[in-house]
Every structure is written in C-alpha cells, then in structure tokens.
C-alpha cells in the first residue's frame, strides 16, 4: 500500500524540515557570522565614543592610542569572556534540558550556578589558590546537580512541578550560603563580591578559560548529539535504542557542571541565558541536539555579548550588571514556558 | 583558569606594554629618576609619578574629600557617584560608582593617577587598570595617622605639599586638642548606631570608635570581631549603654533614634542621652571628622552632666 | 533469525514471591500474547525481557548469549520495544522521532543517510502517518503517538518484537493495522512478544499465550490450549461468556455477580502444558 503513494509522499516530504542533514552546516554558518557582527557590535560601542573611521585605523600606523586600548584592552576582552560566559550557559541548560526532558532546566533556576559560586566563594575565602577555586566551583555545581536530579526524581519521574521546586529550593539555599558568606567574609573585600550573587562581566578577568572551555564541549559533545536526542524520548527509550544511559547521563551531570562552574568562575551567577537560548533556537531549527548544541554556544555567546553593551552604555556612566538584563529577558520566556507546560 | 593565572593570560589579548609607552610619552621625556615623586600607598606600595599629577580620577566619596583638603581638588578629572564635599565635587564628571566603575571613561580621561579605595572598589578593575599601564594608589584610611599621612602623600603626588602640609598639621591639632580636652574624663558607655534596618554598629578597629574614644567615650560593642556587625534591639538592650549616638538618612533626620524612646528603663534613654550626629561628618575618613568629633564630643560632655 | 529465551526467569517485583519460574523459548514465526490482570507484572515481565531490568533470578538468552553480557547497541540490533508509556514531552517532528529508531545502526559523528529517512518515510507511512511528518509530536492525539510508536520500532528493523499493549489508544482500523503488521513481522521471521489486555486480540492474532497471575504463577502454551474460559476467570477474576465468531473465540464479561467467579467449579489452574 505503501507503494502508490510513495513518489506523493516523497515530494511534499521533501519540503519538510530534514532533521540534522543538509540544515547544519548552513545553520552554524548563519550565527557564526551573526556571532562575528555582535563582536564587532561590542567593539564599536561603549561610554566613549569610537568612531567607524577610528576603528578601521586601529590596525594602521596612526591608530590613536586611545582607541586602540578602548577597543583592544577593555572592548575586546570582555566582549570574547562574554561570549565564552553565555556559550557556556546556554549549552549547559540545553544539555539538562535533554536530560530532564524538561524546556524550563537552566542551570541558574535550577541551582547550578549557585552551587559553583559557593564553591568558589568558599575557596577564596579560605584563601585557597585559584585551581582550588575552580575546583570549588565545579564541585559545588556538581552537587547542586546531583541534588536536584536526585531529589527531584525520587521514585517517580521528572514532572516540571516536582523539579522547578527542587530547583528553587535548591537555589535559594545556595542564595542563603552566599549571603551568609558575605557576611562572615571580610568587610574590604565585600564589594567585589557581590557579583556572585548577580552576575557582572565587569568583573572578567580573562577570556580564555571561558572561550577554551566552550571549544572543548563542542567537540566533546559533537559525537554524543544522536545519542542525546535519543535519550530526550526517556532513558528506557534510549536503552533500547542501544543508548548506554547511565555513562551518557553521568557525562551530562558532568558535562553541565563543568561548563556552569567555568561560567560562574567567569563572570559570577548570570541567569537565565541556558532558558532562553535553546528555547528560541528550537523555534526555529527543531530540536535535534547535533544542530542545537553548537548554535547554543554561538547564539548563547551573541546573546550575552549583545546583554553586556546594554550593561555597559544604557545608563552611563553608570555600569548594571549583566545579570539585571539577561534576568529582564529570561523571566518574562520562563513564565511562558512554565504557562505553556500546564 | 583559576583567577592568579588570568593576569597572564589578559596580556596576549592586547599590547599593555605599547601604552605603557604611550602614557610614559605624555611629557614625562626627559625627567630624571630623582625628580620622581613617591609615596608609600595604604597598601604598602611604592607609587612614583614622573611629574605631579595634573588628571587624578578618585574611585570614593572619601577620597575625593582628601584629594580636596590636600590642594589637589582642581587636579581631579573624575570622581564617582556621591562624591558631594566639598561643593565643588558636586561638579566634577562621574565614571560610576564605586563597586562597578566605567573603565572606558577612566581610560579616555587619560588620568596621570587613579587613587582607589581597598575595601570598595572591585580588585578586578583595579588590577586591569594597572595592566593597562595606569598608575594606582590604594587607599584605606582606618585612623587619625591615616588621614593626616594621606593628606600629605596625596599633597606630594600633586605637587601641593604646602598646602598638604597645612591641612594635615591643622587636622592633628585639632585631634590633639579634642583628645586632650576630652580623653581623659570619665569615660561614657556608647552605643553607636551606624545603619537601623538592619540595626549595625562598628567596632573599636573603625574609625568612628576611635573618635568616640578621643572623646573619652567607650564603645559598648567595641570587642566584637566584625568591623561592621549587624545587631538586633535586645543585644543593646542587655548592654545598656549611658548614651546612644546615630546618623540618619540625610543630614537633618533623627528618626533612627525613636525607636529607643520606648525603652525607659534603658540608661541612655531614661537620661535623655540619644544623640544625632550628622552621618556626612564622621563616617567618611576625612578631615570632616573634626566636625563630628566636636558634635560627638559635646553630646557626651553633656551625658556626663547628667549623670 | 533470532530466538530469545528465558531460562528459569523469576521477574522482580517487590513484596511478590517467586511464583512460576519462566522457561519461554520466543522463536522466529511466533506470535507470543501474554494476559494478565493489573498488576500481574506483564511490563515488567517485558521489560526484563528487553533486559531493562535484572530479573530476580534465571537469565534471558538472546541467541543463547546472556542478554546481561551484550551491550545495549547490540541488543538494540535486534530487538525492538513498543513502551505503553512514552514520555514525549521534549519538543520533536514525526520524521526525526521515526528516524531514532535507525539509532543503532549509525556511528557517532555519522548522519542519517537518505535511505535512513526513506525507511523511516516508509515505516510512517505503514501506519498511516505520511505527511504527518513535520508535525511536532506534542500536537498528536494518543492513538498517533502510539502508531508513531510501532513506526519508530519498524524503522529500526527488529528481529525480535516487545510491544506493551500495542493497540491501546488505537480505534478499531488501527487496532487491526498493527496487529496485522506484528503478524506480518512473525510471518517474515521475526519473534514478536505482547503484553495484551484484550483476550480477543490474542485470541485472534497470537500463537502463544502466557498466563500471568498476580501472585507470580503462571501457564503458558499454543493459543487454543490456553485460551479456555475456566482458567481466563480464574486469571481476572471475571466470569465470562465464550462463543465463537468467524472462527475465532470471542469472551466477553458476563454481568451476573462478579463474586460467583471465584466459586467457579473447576477454575484452578490448568495442567501446565509445556512449551517446545
């Protein structure tokens, strides 16, 4: 039967959306070049003004000196640990969002965030070197990921209720360590710290570990997409579509953790950037993770590049942090989506 | 990628040396190593300039206060928000305030010397202000000696150490003859409010309880670890203070002393010893603590009395 | 062709004791039904046999190898798992939920291949979901998402079928469809296992029946042995009515006092015929 309609079939399905495919390429292509304007976006704008001819001589013999340390010193840098810092998030909640099979997962609402800050936080001011700190960080991601997966599964499944509580609570007790942190910690380094609670690239030190760290998930990952989409149709689907579940899950705890902890290490605790992102690319490219996993990194990274020229020039010469403006876009998607799931 | 080995890795993303070269160029050609102009910062520091300071961008409200006392206020291109004393600080262009400073306009000031505050301004910003080849000094002013000692530092860094020099031998004497007027009376038990919700207090290691002390007075919290720790109303209670002394939001509000009106049977309140001392004069660590002093120094004079 | 066995299998369902020890031989050709009331551990039974989960005791062979011993790539090769539950709330197409079941078949970094989709197309369309194939799966009705079920499981070529109520949600044309398809997939070799509520589908399609009782006995045997009314009341606790309809049994729950099943004369369990 299958037979007469097939040629039929074969035509109008040949307008439907092929997963993965021919779409991927062509698709990374479009946001890297999307990525490369709003890094040039960030380089041309700022409190001072910079013009298009001055930018265009930054590479000449004539370059002001001025504009060459604007552009280069402090644009540049902080735009490139902006981009690391939003790759980053976005690809670790959309990686919990494939194990949670749940679209709300972010690594901030569910606590992930926090728990590297305190990590971190608890390093510092224990007066622990700076590998101590990062290894604070990705531990306290890792537990603040174990405990909600954990809790939030129990004995029955994943439901978004059951897990946005966990999340929540999980979170505001890392809120409450942070603060209690702030308050033991020492009075003169107080105001650099409050950045852990509301994230502010002002605070960036350098791009690197950020940028290295989003490169080396991507091609860690790059070979894992097939086996995560499988396993977003539940882990006994995925087991008997010959999925090993419990070591690709371990790698996703992992995996999220790590690249939350060098997020936070970054920039401190910058929401919703893992809620917003691959939502808005699943509306438009589908869901298969080969293609969703590296547009998250480049649309993550623009996103927040694009974020942080708000923080620094929408009421200069007054700096906001990052975070005020992700949080002002993220709560608005969040409470649809969580509408939209009922 | 820990935060020590970020300072090396900022160095490839651009050429810090090239404008360390630039600023060097700014009319610094020529000028001997022994002409250069020194001082010690509050971080131990040895800060040298090739010629006094003519663009000094100041990151607190305090230090806009000593740069001012010190004869350099027409040498300061920026200050951040809050800087409102003296008057004339009121005027000068902003580069945000003081946990998140806008790093573009500090740059595009092209400032000779940045005067930062330790315990305020983000370490982060500043350690990149110096990658950057600018010159910082670190401030932290925790005592009378600091005051007076900045004074003169910043006086020789802007080339006014004459007028420096007045400013800060004024201060001493006046703190001499506040400590000899009044250190030695009997001493009144004090309890200092700083901020009311919530309900803090500084102990012996801030400034204010040093003033309270040339004016012969004991800090009721002064042994608490916390320079600033946060208190409830019972702990005060239980102390029983003979005076209590508060700011207030703004210069001329005594609400934050109402609440102990209702406690009747609490010493500083039965003899009418609740005292308002406006916050600008003694919170700041600057030469305004006079003032504050003086007030501070008379309210407990008249507790005395009313023993 | 594969056979999957299982030797001694005692399943694993807590605060149950061991009951009957299962030794089932699943072989290419067959159609095996099992019935069973609520509870009696049916997808569990299932699930063990997918090796999902350890059975208590005893060990299920795939091709005489332990399937404890084989990876889940391997085992995904040749057995296919219809669930009854699916958790289908992550956001996907028709096409791309089809094209998983070609998960085994591809190497990590490699893509679906135009035969891949041309298999998947043509499994959709066996269960009547052409041009459903752009349609994201949350805006299907139930009995879609279960024909996309069973579409998955063929686009993956089993040889061997696990199907947990493979018609529920389904109306009567497609009922029929998929126990059509399951009998043609026994007719070209492949072993195909149901767990089933409806004693009429099994009656009506399958070769072999299982018995499951909730207290972990169980009977097993050729369909016409199995299926007779005293040891179906006995399994339900449910007195029925049997006919015949065009050449199949048909019962039916008789609506006199549902207590009086329990008294029925003769209702113990039949001699247990073995299979094989």
């Known amino acids: 039967m299958a037979g007469a309609e097939q040629p039929l079939s074969a035509g109008a399905a040949a307008q439907v959306a092929v997963p993965g495919l021919a779409r991927v390429w062509p698709s990374l292509l479009v946001l890297s070049v999307l990525s490369v304007l709003t890094l040039l976006l960030a380089l041309s704008i700022g409190s001072v003004h910079v013009p298009l001819s001055g930018l265009l001589a930054l590479f000449g013999s004539n370059a002001d000196p001025l504009h060459q340390t604007l552009v280069i010193e402090l644009r540049l840098p902080r735009a490139l640990a902006a981009f690391g810092t939003g790759g980053l998030l976005a690809v670790a909640g959309a990686l919990m969002q494939v194990l949670l099979r749940n679209p709300l997962a972010d690594p901030y609402v569910l606590g992930l965030s926090g728990g590297a800050a305190v990590g971190a936080l608890g390093a510092m001011l224990l007066g622990l070197g700076a590998l101590a700190v990062s290894g604070s960080a990705f531990v306290g991601a890792l537990v603040s990921t174990v405990l909600v997966f954990g809790l939030a599964h129990g004995t029955g499944s994943w439901t978004p209720t059951r897990l946005l509580l966990t999340g929540v609570v999980v979170a505001a007790g890392w809120g409450a360590v942070i603060t209690f942190m702030l308050v033991i910690g020492p009075t003169e380094r107080l105001p650099g710290m409050l950045y852990w609670l509301m994230g502010d690239l002002a605070y960036a030190r350098s791009p690197w570990p950020a940028l290295s760290m989003l490169a080396l998930a991507c091609l860690v990952l790059a070979p894992l997409g097939r086996s995560l989409n499988v396993l977003a149709r539940g882990p006994l689907q995925a087991a008997t579509l010959g999925v090993a579940v419990r070591p690709l899950e371990w790698t996703v705890f992992l995996a999220a953790s790590l690249l939350t902890s060098v997020a936070v290490i970054t920039a401190g605790t910058i929401g919703f950037v893992g809620l917003v992102v691959p939502h808005m690319l699943r509306l438009v490219f589908g869901a298969d993770q080969r293609l969703i996993l590296p547009a998250s990194a480049l649309a993550g990274g623009s996103l927040l590049v694009l974020a942080d020229i708000g923080a620094r020039t929408l009421m200069a010469p007054e700096q906001l942090p990052v975070g005020v403006i992700t949080a002002l876009l993220g709560v608005p998607t969040f409470l649809y989506l969580l509408y939209r799931s009922r | ?290 003032e504050g002093a003086e007030i501070l120094c008379e309210h407990l004079e008249a507790a005395r009395g009313r023993r | 062709m594969s056979t999957l066995r299982a030797r001694h299998l005692v399943i694993d369902i807590p605060d149950r004791g061991d009951g009957t020890p299962l030794d089932l031989d699943i072989a290419p050709g067959e159609v095996w039904g099992v019935l069973g009331p609520n509870g009696a551990g049916k997808t569990t039974l299932l699930h063990t046999l997918a090796g999902l989960r350890p059975p208590r005791r005893g060990e299920v062979l795939l091709d005489d190898r332990p399937l404890s011993g084989l990876r889940r790539r391997t085992i995904a090769r040749q057995i296919a798992v219809v669930f009854q539950e699916r958790q289908d709330g992550f956001p996907a197409t028709v096409l791309e ?52 079920a069973v579409a998955t499981a063929l686009a993956q070529q089993p040889r061997i079928w696990l199907a947990d109520e493979p018609s529920n949600h389904l109306d009567l044309r497609h009922q029929v469809a998929v126990m059509r398809l399951l009998r043609d997939q026994a007719v070209r070799g492949c072993s195909v296992f149901l767990c089933l509520h409806d004693i009429n589908l099994a009656a009506r399609w399958c070769d072999r029946i299982l018995l499951l009782y909730p207290d972990g006995a169980a009977c097993w045997g050729d369909t016409g042995r199995m299926l007779v009314p005293s040891a179906l009341e006995q399994l339900y606790g449910q007195k029925l009515i049997a006919t015949q309809l065009d050449g199949a049994p048909v019962f039916v729950p008789s609506v006199a006092d549902t207590r009086a099943a329990a008294a029925v004369p003769g209702a113990g369990n039949p001699s247990q015929p073995h299979d094989g």
């Open chain 2, 1 to 290: 990628m820990g935060i020590a080995d970020r300072r090396n890795a900022v160095r490839v993303a651009g050429t810090p040396t090239l404008l360390v070269g630039v600023l060097l160029l700014l009319g610094v050609v020529g000028v001997q190593a022994e002409d250069r102009f020194c001082v010690t910062d509050d971080r131990q520091r040895e800060v040298c300039l090739s010629q006094p300071a003519e663009r000094i961008i100041a990151l607190s409200p305090g230090v806009t206060e000593l740069l001012f006392a010190a004869g350099a206020g027409d040498r300061i291109s920026g200050a951040v928000r809050y800087s409102d004393y003296p008057e004339a600080a009121n005027d000068l262009p902003r580069v945000g305030n003081h946990t998140r400073v806008d790093m573009e306009t500090v740059l595009a000031m092209e400032p000779d010397l940045i005067v930062a505050w330790v315990s305020g301004n983000p370490a982060e910003q500043l350690e990149r202000l110096e990658q950057l080849g600018l010159t910082v000094y670190y401030s932290e002013v925790r005592d009378f000696e600091d005051v007076a000692a900045s004074i003169r530092r910043f006086g020789r860094l802007a080339g006014t150490s004459a007028e420096a020099e007045q400013a800060a031998a004024g201060f001493t004497a006046d703190i001499s003859r506040l400590e000899q007027t009044y250190g030695d009376r009997d001493p009144v038990r004090l309890f200092y409010q700083i901020w009311d919700d919530p309900l803090m207090t500084i102990n012996d290691t801030h400034l204010i309880s040093q003033i309270i002390g040339l004016c012969g007075g004991e800090n009721v919290f002064g042994d608490l670890d916390r320079m600033v720790p946060r208190l409830d109303r019972e702990s005060v209670l239980a102390a029983r203070p003979e005076a209590i002394a508060a700011g207030g939001m703004g210069e001329g509000n005594e609400s934050w002393l109402e609440p102990w009106k209702q406690f009747d049977q609490l010493p500083a309140t039965g003899r009418g010893n609740l005292f308002f001392v406006p916050p600008s004069t003694i919170q700041r660590p600057t030469p305004r603590v006079i």
């Open chain 3, 97 to 148: 939920t089809a094209l998983i079941g070609r998960h085994p078949f591809l190497s990590a970094l490699q893509m679906e291949t135009a035969e891949d989709v041309d298999l998947a197309r043509r499994s959709l369309a066996e269960m009547e979901l052409e041009g459903y194939e752009a349609r994201a799966v949350s805006t299907l009705s139930g009995g879609e998402r279960q024909r996309l």
